[in-house]
């Protein structure tokens, strides 16, 4: 059994490219010791990319999800000649996707922290783009009003220029802290007994294992656009940076 693949993206969500093992090629995926593919969750896709073997032609990466034993395995575009177990590879992130999607992630923190804190909203489900993305709430009070009284406070926290940064608690600790949460269904995964929390300074904290840009200033001005109802008090915002 192959062991646990070291998440890159969990200790540096800015790491864009690396060097890293083949472990086990078969069926058009590979697996490495260690990735900074992002592999999927909360909302937020997984990467795309390249990885290369041994100084071989670049191969597109076109997906990448996690496997059983916490193994990352990264579906490949071509088949690679030969057997690359225990080559060196370089793996690359399209990383104008990769910015894309971390700051729609990000953007979502300050519009669900902002939705429960003065709504009383709770995430009912997320999905996350490039160009736009969408976010449902479980809510009881909802009107064009409230719609931009969101946009309008989230906009402030993104113009105060909110440092990020990501830190660990125990699973102990983390029991503790019910503010952490921001969905009553999903819980965050646990790994190695700690979850990881994703902090703007000054404004929030909530467990999170997605990528994220280094200040609230990097992602301009929020607009939601369009809103759906989804049933009796779940709603639907769609959101885009401008």
């Given at each position: 059994m192959l062991p646990p693949t070291r998440r890159l993206y969990w200790e540096d969500d800015h790491c864009i490219s690396t060097e890293a093992t083949v472990l086990e090629y078969a069926q058009g995926r590979i697996a490495f010791n260690?990735?900074?593919?992002?592999?999927?969750?909360?909302?937020?896709?997984?990467?795309?990319?390249?990885?290369s073997i041994a100084g071989s032609e670049p191969?597109?990466?076109?997906?990448?999800?996690?496997?059983?034993?916490?193994?990352?395995w990264h579906h490949l575009a071509a088949p690679i000649q030969g057997n690359p177990v225990g080559q060196l590879a370089t793996l690359h992130l399209d990383q104008q996707r990769?910015?894309?999607?971390?700051?729609?992630?990000?953007?979502?923190?300050?519009?669900?922290?902002?939705?429960?804190?003065?709504?009383?909203?709770?995430?009912?489900?997320?999905?996350?783009?490039?160009?736009?993305?969408?976010?449902?709430?479980?809510i009881e009070r909802f009107s064009p009003e409230i719609v931009k009284e969101i946009e309008a406070k989230v906009n402030a926290v993104l113009s105060a220029g909110h440092t990020l940064r990501a830190f660990y608690l125990s699973e102990a600790e983390f029991a503790t802290r019910s503010d952490l949460l921001r969905t009553l269904e999903v819980k965050?995964?646990?790994?190695?007994?700690?979850?990881?929390?994703?902090?703007?300074?000054?404004?929030?904290?909530?467990?999170?294992?997605?990528?994220?840009?280094?200040?609230?200033?990097?992602l301009g001005r929020l607009e939601i656009y369009k809103t759906e109802n989804k049933g009796k008090i779940n709603k639907r915002l769609y959101v885009r940076l401008v």
């Open positions: 260690q990735t900074c593919f992002y592999a999927g969750g909360g909302g937020q896709p997984s990467d795309t990319g390249s990885i191969i597109p990466v076109t997906s990448v999800e996690v496997g059983e034993g916490d193994v990352i990769r910015t894309a999607l971390a700051k729609y992630h990000t953007v979502l923190h300050v519009v669900n922290t902002i939705a429960l804190r003065d709504y009383d909203a709770w995430i009912t489900g997320a999905q996350i783009g490039v160009d736009y993305s969408r976010i449902d709430f479980k965050p995964p646990v790994k190695d007994g700690r979850v990881r929390v994703v902090a703007i300074e000054g404004f929030d904290e909530q467990a999170c294992g997605g990528t994220h840009v280094h200040n609230t200033a990097d």
